[in-house]
């Protein structure tokens, strides 16, 4: 069997389908008074830049491991124990004849040893993601940028019973946001058969696009 060799513009290709944005519904916010860490937070939800991931590259595609290399123990001010870990995430993609990988560090505080665990690999986790593209946005601190014309095009669009014609002349991350405003059930049927009959998206770009269209008839179930 014989390997496709991998080129410049594939990975120009892949960059840009993973660093295209998550859907709305992916930010996550924190209030500093509410965390006490004295600072509001916004990001993405984990589960949504492993879907990024798993859309992109398929299951098998890519993988990733967490290495703690930091414990320690203390109290707060109200006497209360908590636990710090530090770690370092590896992430690594299997694109075509290549292996990429790359690490970062991320850390988290808690009384509970499991919940530190878990904040510290999905920091890093998340550090890692970003440095492939994914969530990328929330590092910039570019996820409510939403104001630019083109953005609010896409804000006012209201899918047709024939999508096609739009789609071709929008780039993937503007079909996806596109995607994002569909407003019924049945507009999402449309899509997934105007995209079936398309030749206008590869198959990578398709396998982004319906996880996309599944994720928002989840939305619209609700």
């Known amino acids: 069997m014989e390997t496709k060799k991998t080129n410049e513009n594939d990975l120009v290709e892949l960059y840009k389908l993973?660093?295209?944005?998550?859907?709305?519904?992916?930010?996550?916010?924190?209030k500093g008074a509410e965390t006490h860490k004295g600072y509001d937070t916004t990001g993405f939800g984990y589960q949504f830049i492993v879907n990024r991931f798993n859309e992109v590259l398929g299951i098998g595609g890519w993988?990733?491991?967490f290495e703690e290399l930091?414990?320690?123990?203390?109290s707060y001010k109200s006497g209360q124990k908590f636990f710090s870990i530090t770690g370092k995430t590896t992430i690594t993609l299997f694109f075509k004849d290549k292996e990429i990988s790359h690490s970062e560090?991320?850390?988290h505080q808690s009384a509970s040893i499991t919940d530190a665990l878990k904040g510290a690999s999905t920091n890093a986790f998340k550090k890692t993601a970003a440095f492939f593209g994914v969530g990328k946005q929330a590092f910039e601190k570019t996820i409510d940028e939403d104001n630019s014309a083109d953005k609010k095009e896409i804000k006012n669009f209201k899918p047709t019973s024939?999508?096609?014609q739009k789609q071709v002349k929008k780039?993937?991350?503007?079909?996806?946001?596109m995607i994002d405003a569909i407003a019924t059930e049945k507009a999402v049927d449309v899509w997934e058969q105007q995209l079936e009959k398309t030749d206008a998206w590869t198959e990578v770009q398709k396998?982004?696009?319906?996880?996309?269209?599944?994720?928002?008839?989840?939305?619209l179930k609700k």
């Open 18 to 30: 993973l660093s295209a944005d998550l859907p709305t519904s992916a930010v996550q916010r924190s």
């Open 63 to 65: 993988n990733w491991n």
């Open 70 to 74: 930091e414990r320690a123990e203390g």
């Open 105 to 107: 560090y991320g850390g």
């Open 162 to 164: 024939s999508p096609e």
């Open 171 to 177: 780039t993937l991350e503007q079909t996806l946001l």
């Open 207 to 219: 396998r982004v696009i319906r996880g996309r269209l599944d994720n928002r008839r989840s939305e």
